[in-house]
């Protein structure tokens, strides 16, 4: 089973950045798609990013532009550069492994920002 642990939330003011990590000890990043995620408050989960194992990128509209996710294959780290950060991106960010590498998630990491 693939476990997760997310690192790199905090709280930003709005135009800042942030990069999160996200690595496991069986995650292996050149098999293994990785998507990011996030929930707001009261509201539901929503995808952000993919980064597949040939390194191919997807975005939602929402974070296109401002958030880069990249990965460093000697240590199978998935980050996720977040810049031009604005309100709406407060939320607790997740990383989730694709279904065919078992579907993990980590356990979170919160982003606030605010001024």
């Known amino acids: 089973q693939v476990q997760l642990v997310e690192s790199g939330g905090g709280l930003v003011q709005p135009g800042g950045s942030l990069r999160l990590s996200c690595t496991g000890p069986r995650f292996r990043s050149n098999v293994c798609g990785m998507n990011w995620y996030r929930q707001a408050a009261g509201k539901q989960r929503e995808w952000v990013s993919y980064?597949?194992?040939?390194?191919?990128?997807t975005y939602a509209d929402s974070v296109k532009g401002r958030f880069t996710v990249s990965k460093d294959p000697l240590t199978d780290t998935v980050y996720l550069q977040m810049n031009d950060l604005k309100p709406e991106d407060t939320a607790m960010y997740y990383c989730?492994?694709?279904?065919?590498?078992?579907?993990?998630w980590g356990q979170g990491t919160q982003v606030t920002v605010s001024s």
């Open positions: 989730k492994t694709t279904i065919s590498c078992g579907n993990a």
């Open positions: 980064i597949g194992p040939d390194a191919v990128t």
